[in-house]
C-alpha cells in the first residue's frame, strides 16, 4: 500500500458571510482576556469596534494592539508582548492581513514560553502548547489562518525568517469573505496570486515517502492525498474568481470563492510545504523590498515550466482545475497550457512578468541562487532536482522573461 497523507489544521475552521459575528462565542470557550493584533488603519474602521464591542457585550476583556507592522519586525513583537504580560490574556486575536496574523502567533508564542523570536526559528523549535490563537483574515492570501508558521524580518539578517511548529496553528480560523470586500485591486491581485502559488507549489511538490517519523521531524512533508484536495480546490477556485475580484471588487461570489481558495491554499501548503518559487522570493524580496505575493508570483511560471519534466502529470492536472479544456490534448500539451494560463492570468491582474521588473539588478542574479539554493527546507520539496548551475539558468530565465529557458 502507498496512499500516504497527512495533515494540521485549527481545530475549527469558519467560513461564510457572516462569520465574523461567531467571533464572541469561540472566544468565550477559550477564555476571558483577550490581546487583540490588528494594524492602525483596520483599528480605525467600523467593523474592528464593533467586533470589539461585542467582546466586551460577551464579557470578554480586552486589549488591542494596533500597530503591526508589515512583515512583522522582529522588535516590534517584544514591544507588544511587554504591553500584553500585566493583562495576562487567555488567547490571542489576530485580525487583519498575514502580518497581523504572524503578529497574533510570536506574541502567544513569548506569553507562553518567553524568551526572544531567535530562540524558536527554524522547525520544532517551539516547546509546547501556547495560548490560544484565533485567526480572523481580512485579506485573501498568506493563509496564515491555518498554516503553522509565522514569517518575520529580522534587523540582523538578511533574509526574512520563519519559525514553523504545529504549536502555531490556530485554534480557530473565522473567514468572512466580507471583510475582504475593502481590499484595493492591488492587495487582491498581489495576496490572491500568492494563494494560487501556494497551491501549485503545494499541489507539484516532491513525495517525500511515507516514513512514519517524517512528519514528526519535519513540518513540511511534501504532496499527500489530502493536501492533493486542497490544492486542487484553490486552484479551481482562485482560477475563476481571482481576475473578477480584482476588477469587481464588490462581487460577492469572486470574494468569496477567492478568499475559500486561499483557505484551501493555506490548508495545503501548510503541510505540503512550498518550493522553488519561494526560495527564490526570500533573497529577491530582500533586496527589491516588493511584496511577497507578487516575488512568488512572478517566479511561478519559470518555476512550472523548470518542473515540466517532472511533473508532467500534477500541471496537466492543474489544467484541468484551471478550467482548460482537455478533449485531445495530451497530458504534455495540457501542462503546457496550464503554464501559459498561469501567466496569462498573472499578466490580466497586473503581476510583474520578470524579475528585472521587480527591480532587480543582473549583478545579483548568482547571489540570489546561491541563497536559494541554501534554503533546503523549500529546495528538497521541488520536484526537479536543482544544482548551482540550474538554479542560476532559472534566475537569469526569469530575470530575461525567457520562458522557455527556464526548462533547460
Known amino acids: ?65 494596533d500597530r503591526v507592522l508589515p512583515d512583522v519586525p522582529r522588535d516590534t513583537v517584544a514591544l507588544c508582548v ?34 526572544s523570536l531567535a530562540d524558536y526559528y527554524g522547525e520544532f523549535k517551539v516547546p509546547g502548547p501556547t495560548i490560544p490563537i484565533i485567526a480572523v483574515p481580512t485579506t485573501a492570501g498568506t493563509g ?30 473565522l473567514c468572512d469573505p466580507e471583510l475582504t470586500m475593502s481590499c484595493p485591486p492591488g492587495l487582491t491581485a498581489v495576496a490572491g496570486a500568492d494563494a494560487l502559488t501556494h497551491a501549485i507549489e503545494a499541489f507539484t511538490a516532491a513525495r517525500r515517502g511515507t516514513d512514519p517519523l517524517l512528519p514528526q521531524n519535519h513540518v513540511f512533508i511534501g504532496k ?52 522553488a518559487a519561494h526560495a527564490i522570493q526570500y533573497p529577491a524580496g ?15 511560471p519559470y518555476v512550472m515550466n523548470y518542473n515540466r519534466a517532472a511533473s508532467t502529470a500534477e500541471l496537466a492536472e492543474i489544467g484541468q482545475a484551471l478550467g482548460l479544456d482537455s478533449t485531445g490534448r495530451t497530458k504534455q500539451e495540457m501542462a503546457g497550457a496550464a503554464i501559459e494560463e498561469i ?13 528585472a521588473d521587480l527591480g532587480l539588478t543582473a549583478d545579483k542574479l548568482d547571489w540570489i541562487a546561491e541563497q536559494a539554493l541554501s534554503i533546503d527546507r ?31
Open 82 to 115: 511587554e504591553e500584553a504580560q500585566s493583562f495576562a490574556p487567555d488567547m490571542v486575536i489576530g485580525i487583519g492581513g498575514g502580518s497581523c496574523l504572524d503578529m497574533a502567533k510570536c506574541a502567544a508564542l513569548l506569553l507562553s514560553h518567553g524568551g
Open 343 to 355: 501567466r496569462r492570468l498573472f499578466q490580466a491582474i497586473g503581476i510583474t512578468p520578470t524579475l
Open 378 to 408: 523549500l529546495i528538497k520539496n521541488n520536484p526537479r532536482p536543482f544544482d548551482i548551475d540550474a538554479m542560476k539558468r532559472l534566475v537569469r530565465a526569469a530575470y530575461d522573461g525567457d520562458l522557455a529557458a527556464s526548462a533547460l
Open 1 to 65: 500500500m502507498t496512499l500516504f497523507a497527512a495533515i494540521r489544521l485549527p481545530k475549527e475552521i469558519l467560513f461564510g458571510k457572516g462569520q465574523r459575528f461567531a467571533l464572541p462565542s469561540v472566544a468565550k470557550r477559550l477564555g476571558q482576556r483577550a490581546l487583540i493584533c490588528t494594524d492602525e488603519r483596520f483599528a480605525g474602521t467600523s467593523i474592528f469596534a464593533e467586533l470589539v464591542a461585542a467582546l466586551n457585550v460577551a464579557s470578554i476583556e480586552t486589549l488591542v494592539h
Open 144 to 173: 496564515s489562518e491555518v498554516t503553522p508558521v509565522a514569517v518575520i524580518s529580522d534587523p540582523d539578517r538578511t533574509l526574512k525568517v520563519g519559525i514553523s511548529s504545529p504549536y502555531l496553528i490556530a485554534a480557530a480560523a
Open 286 to 300: 530582500a533586496l527589491t523590498h516588493t511584496a511577497h505575493g507578487l516575488g512568488v508570483a512572478t517566479m511561478m
Open 224 to 275: 499527500s492525498a489530502l493536501t492533493d484536495n486542497f490544492a486542487l480546490l484553490a486552484i479551481k477556485l482562485l482560477g475563476r474568481s481571482l481576475e473578477t475580484a480584482c476588477k469587481e471588487g464588490t462581487n460577492e461570489d469572486a470574494r468569496a470563492d477567492v478568499m475559500m481558495g486561499a483557505l484551501a491554499a493555506g490548508c495545503a501548503f501548510g503541510t505540503a510545504g512550498t518550493a
